[in-house]
């Protein structure tokens, strides 16, 4: 059996730690088989999350005619809204369900989530804490400047408690995992980030799965697998019939201009479901060249931008209703473009590219911005965007390289808390980098590195040069980086680090009220069909700044939301 990574494959490192012969590796930024050295064993494509390994010698299905499927409700999309979504509704009426998914297996982006906030819970309450979720909402409505709507927010801000406390009654294995954390007893910035009304958070503090990875930023194995496990669990206990490989590509009404039933794909042909309400929950749009070109050429331009998505997160749903006449936003969508950033090499070599002692040389080997502010995270465009080919390289040499280790090993770095197992093989993950093709150069000499990473050897020794007396000095005449962070690049080996964007989704698109309605382009909504999740406005913002909802916690609420909207159509 021939085993291959289909395209947009999200790094996850699940296949890359599970291979029994070490045959799956990076070349370039994306990980693919060595054919050379694959048994055929078939562990990778079982332990990826997203079923984006494919064995190339798998028989293919029969051909079928257009196939008819009657239901209640319809889901687009088995991530963590559709799922949540599904089951609601099933409970709430009794009726039937059909999730349709285009990707091999069902879970979305959720899979790969760590955790969705949350302001108050049955938890929050039996510790004593105060419900400040009236607080929040008001706060998030106030500070998003008209880009959301108050009756949405507040709704989605009590619905997120709601489900998880809907969750945690119905799944006694949640409770031996999760537990509830004081923002005092995390990091200051993590605490700034996340506490907005509450004075605690619930911690999913240990994997599930997946635990030989040593990145604790992203699952499977985290809070997001743990939703989608526990909802396809109860999706077999009440009939939920989840359909995989199961592409929707067109919605049908009838002459009212209600829904009627939704067009699908499917490996053999056709399939169409015939359904009184749907539910569009089939994610972001990030993998879609066509619509990321009409809302953010940049993306698309230079090195490609590394996404932590699914692969099937292409805009279906935009697609669908722009053809039925829906109305599409997507001057109100949010696409970060984080960098200058490691990603999505291993994790303690990302937090290493971080921290404000390295010097960062674009392609000409020009120092070209304050690595201590090197940009805002949340934004569209940031400090890669004017760089040539939109790369770049964060340099060390010998002596920093080992203080910045061992804050590593001791956790002492800005960010969500790190589990300090992650950080400990840091030397030996950086080493191997050093032998591939892109990830990170290793060099005796600056001149010898300057060579490797294919710039300018004047250029480059003489940004050196100023840089290091700038660190003499204790002032940076070029950025104005902070004197503490100041450390020369004078003593070898140098290490140099590939630095390019990467981007966390591309949410937002269809126009939905206050009741999750997908809306006409007259602003009325179409009966009988409803988003949730990344693909809807919801309570998406352009940017993070005056904090944020969270995307995993919106899939969640929103979820739940629709579903007792959907009951509420069909009873």
């Not at 012969?21 to 990778?44: L, M, R, S, T």
Request: hydrophobic fraction near 35%; aromatic fraction near 8%.
């Amino acid at each position: 059996m021939a085993y291959i990574i289909d395209k947009h494959c999200s790094t996850c490192h699940y296949c890359y730690n599970e291979c029994p012969v070490h045959a799956i590796g990076f070349v370039g930024v994306e990980y693919a088989i060595d054919q050379e050295k694959c048994i055929g064993c078939g562990k990778c494509e079982q332990v990826c999350p997203a079923g984006a390994i494919t064995n190339t010698e798998a028989p293919k299905p029969d051909p079928h005619e257009r196939r008819t499927i009657s239901c209640d409700a319809v889901v687009v999309g088995g991530g963590g809204a559709g799922l949540v979504a599904a089951v609601r509704y099933a409970e709430l009426t009794g009726k039937k369900v059909v999730v349709l998914e285009k990707a091999k297996k069902p879970g979305g982006n959720t899979t790969l989530g760590h955790n969705f906030i949350l302001r108050n819970s049955k938890l929050h309450t039996a510790a004593g804490y105060p419900d400040r979720r009236a607080e929040h909402a008001e706060r998030l409505f106030k500070n998003s400047e008209g880009q959301l709507s108050y009756e949405l927010v507040k709704k989605a801000t009590f619905a997120v408690t709601d489900m998880f406390d809907w969750m945690y009654d119905h799944n006694e294995d949640l409770k031996n995992h999760v537990k509830l954390l004081r923002f005092a007893d995390v990091s200051p910035d993590m605490a700034a980030f996340m506490s907005w009304g509450a004075e605690a958070y619930i911690d999913f503090p240990k994997r599930t799965t997946n635990t030989k990875s040593t990145d604790h930023s992203m699952g499977p194995g985290w809070m997001g697998t743990f939703v989608v496990e526990s909802m396809l669990k109860r999706c077999d206990e009440l009939g939920v019939t989840v359909l995989t490989e199961h592409g929707a590509k067109e919605l049908m009404l009838d002459k009212t201009g209600a829904f009627q039933g939704v067009l699908a794909a499917d490996p053999g042909g056709e399939t169409m479901v015939e359904a009184k309400c749907c539910l569009l929950a089939s994610g972001g749009f990030s993998n879609s060249k066509e619509i990321m070109n009409r809302v953010l050429p940049a993306y698309n331009e230079g090195f490609p931008t590394h996404t932590f998505t699914m692969a099937a997160n292409t805009g279906d749903a935009i697609l669908m209703v722009e053809a039925i006449g829906g109305a599409i936003d997507l001057e109100h969508v949010k696409i970060p473009l984080f960098g200058p950033t490691h990603h999505p090499f291993p994790y303690s070599s990302v937090c290493l590219a971080r921290f404000p002692e390295m010097m960062f040389v674009n392609n000409r080997g020009e120092r070209f911005t304050n690595e201590g502010r090197p940009g805002d995270p949340g934004q569209r465009l940031g400090p890669m965007e004017s760089q040539p080919n939109k790369t770049g390289w964060a340099i060390v040499d010998a002596a920093t390289l080992e203080l910045l280790g061992g804050r590593l090993v001791r956790g002492e770095m800005a960010g969500p808390p790190v589990d300090k197992d992650c950080m400990r093989p840091w030397r030996e993950q950086l080493e191997e980098e050093c032998t591939r093709d892109i990830a990170a150069k290793k060099a005796d000499t600056l001149e010898e590195l300057a060579e490797l990473l294919g710039v300018d050897k004047e250029t480059f020794l003489a940004q050196v040069e100023r840089y290091n007396a700038g660190c003499a000095a204790g002032v940076d005449d070029q950025f104005g980086k902070d004197a503490p962070f100041l450390k020369p690049v004078e003593q070898g080996p140098f290490y140099a680090l590939f630095l390019c964007r990467f981007n966390e989704g591309a949410e937002g698109g269809l126009v939905n009220d206050d009741n999750l309605r997908v809306l006409d382009k007259a602003g009325k909504p179409f009966p009988g069909l409803y988003a949730a999740g990344d693909c809807c406005r919801g309570l998406i913002k352009s940017d993070d700044r005056g904090g944020k909802f969270g995307e995993m916690g919106w899939a969640m609420a929103s979820g739940f939301l629709a579903a007792q909207e959907m009951a509420g159509y069909t009873a």
